[in-house]
Structures are given as structure tokens and as C-alpha cells.
């Protein structure tokens, strides 16, 4: 991913960040016997950033749940490991070079170097699972950080407090999903 790539995809996330500092991004939707609140939400914040609009502490307090887009409360990283291995990786004698061609495998081997990562460990890897690679490396390079995001500080407030948790989605159908619209190029 060139410099140019990665700092209009910076820019796009930090809109998300900046919109959740300038109003909350919390919603109420009453019915009669409940409460449901949808909320917007960053994945990776910069520490200094990381301080929740106070919408989201009223919407956690009146809440019997946290339902997320994953199940991060119960997410298991060693599954999450296995289905990338599983599904990320190439076929045997497939090569991210051969499927990319020379041009596009030079420029993502100097976005890899750029950001640490030998390009060696990800020659294997499908072009989908370098992308968000080298998109996660991008955002941790330039800060931001999984553990101050949203999503995991009120996970941290589930276990603190006990409050269930629930994903919309499996593991298997969010990661799916790329694998899926990578294969319809």
C-alpha cells in the first residue's frame, strides 16, 4: 500500500474518530417492552482519543447486553489464527507474485518493508489478508491502537461487570466476507 493509499485510508477512519468526539454516535430505539441502542464505533483509536462520548456510558448502564458486530467478548484468538491459516493462505504453488504480477508485487513489497513486515511472510498469504495486514500495521505505525477502540473497552466492561455479551456475526462470516469480495475480482 503506498504512503499516498494509506493516508486517504487514515483520513477516512479518523472522519469515524472525529465524528465520535463531536456528537455521539448513539442511538435510542424505544418499542414498547424495550431499549435497543445502535451505536457507531471506531476499532482502533490513538490513546489520546480514546475516551468514550458519554452516550455510550448511559446506553452500557441501561443495557441487559452488549451486542457487537463480533462477539469480541468471547473471541477465540487461536480460532481466529486457525481460519486465517485456513483460509488466507494460497494454494500450494501459488504465489502472491504470480498473482499479483511484477508492478503490484513491487509496490506492495515496499509498503511491506516500510512497515516491518518481510514480504517473504506474507508470499504465501492471499492478496485480501496482506491488505488488512498491511492495513493493521499502517494503523499501529501510525498509532492507533485495537485497545483503546470502542469495541474492546466496553468489552473490558462486560467482564468487569458480568453483562453478556453477543455477536451479529461469526467470525467466519465477518473474515468470510473478504475472502468472498477478493474472489469476485
Same mark, same amino acid.
Given at each position: 500500500m503506498g504512503r499516498t493509499a494509506s493516508r486517504r485510508?487514515?483520513? %477516512?477512519?479518523?472522519?469515524?474518530?472525529?465524528?465520535? *468526539?463531536?456528537?455521539?454516535?448513539?442511538?435510542?430505539?424505544r418499542g414498547a417492552h424495550n431499549t435497543v441502542y445502535l451505536a457507531g464505533s471506531v476499532h482502533l483509536l490513538p490513546a489520546e482519543d480514546a475516551v468514550l462520548p458519554q452516550g455510550f456510558d448511559r446506553a452500557y448502564a441501561d443495557s441487559s447486553k452488549?451486542?457487537?458486530? %463480533?462477539?469480541?467478548?468471547?473471541?477465540?484468538p487461536l480460532e481466529?489464527?486457525?481460519?486465517?491459516?485456513? *483460509?488466507?493462505?494460497?494454494?500450494a504453488g501459488t504465489?502472491?507474485?504470480?498473482?499479483?504480477?511484477?508492478?503490484?508485487?513491487?509496490?506492495?513489497?515496499?509498503?511491506?518493508a516500510e512497515l516491518g513486515a518481510p514480504i517473504e511472510l506474507l508470499d504465501g498469504q492471499a492478496p485480501w489478508a496482506v491488505g488488512v495486514e498491511l492495513a493493521d500495521l499502517e494503523f499501529l505505525h501510525q498509532g492507533f491502537d485495537p485497545e483503546q477502540g470502542v469495541e474492546q473497552q466496553l468489552v473490558r466492561r462486560t467482564h468487569a461487570d458480568g453483562k453478556p455479551t453477543a455477536g451479529l456475526e461469526t467470525l467466519g462470516e465477518e473474515l468470510g466476507s473478504l475472502e468472498a469480495l477478493a474472489s469476485e475480482d
Open positions: 485510508l487514515l483520513a %477516512l477512519c479518523l472522519l469515524g474518530s472525529l465524528s465520535a *468526539h463531536a456528537a455521539s454516535p448513539v442511538w435510542a430505539i452488549l451486542v457487537m458486530e %463480533l462477539d469480541l467478548g468471547k473471541l477465540d481466529a489464527a486457525g481460519w486465517m491459516i485456513e *483460509h488466507a493462505a494460497l494454494p504465489t502472491l507474485r504470480g498473482m499479483l504480477g511484477e508492478q503490484r508485487y513491487s509496490r506492495v513489497s515496499a509498503a511491506a
